[in-house]
Nanobody, 125 residues
Framework: QVQLVESGGGSVQPGGSLTLSCKTSGFNLDYYVVGWFRQAPGKGREGVSC????????SYVDSVKGRFTISRDNFKDTAFLQMDSLEPADTAVYYC??????????????????WGQGTQVTVSS
């Protein structure tokens, strides 16, 4: 059974940090591009970051560059999103996704067919 399970969300104050994990099972993560997406209330799903399957190339949306770091551990079938210097605008449900994705389009949610259930991140003072 294919599964992606996010964890690590929570509530933090502005300037704080969280690390999200995406544990996968039922498929070989080695061959898949992994993306992290977020959806705030009343807004569409936004690509946050992605990491390639081949050379660990990464891509970030401009609003998180320098603050978020994506990584993967194929031996543990897990991907991570380290989030530092969090801002209230980062508040959203965060999702991980995996797919055979053109890396040039890896921030587009339409490219992915495997999704987790999401984890809430709230940044507030």
């Amino acid at each position: 059974q294919v599964q992606l399970v996010e964890s690590g969300g929570g509530s933090v104050q502005p300037g704080g940090s969280l690390t999200l994990s995406c544990k996968t099972s039922g498929f070989n993560l080695d061959y898949y591009v992994v993306g992290w997406f977020r959806q705030a209330p009343g807004k569409g799903r936004e690509g946050v970051s992605c990491i390639s399957s081949s050379d660990d190339s990464t891509s970030y949306v401009d609003s998180v560059k320098g603050r978020f770091t994506i990584s993967r551990d194929n031996f543990k079938d897990t991907a991570f999103l380290q989030m530092d210097s969090l801002e209230p605008a980062d508040t959203a449900v965060y999702y991980c996704a995996a797919g055979f994705v053109r890396f040039s389009a890896c921030l587009s949610p339409d490219e992915y067919d495997l999704w987790g259930q999401g984890t809430q991140v709230t940044v507030s003072s």
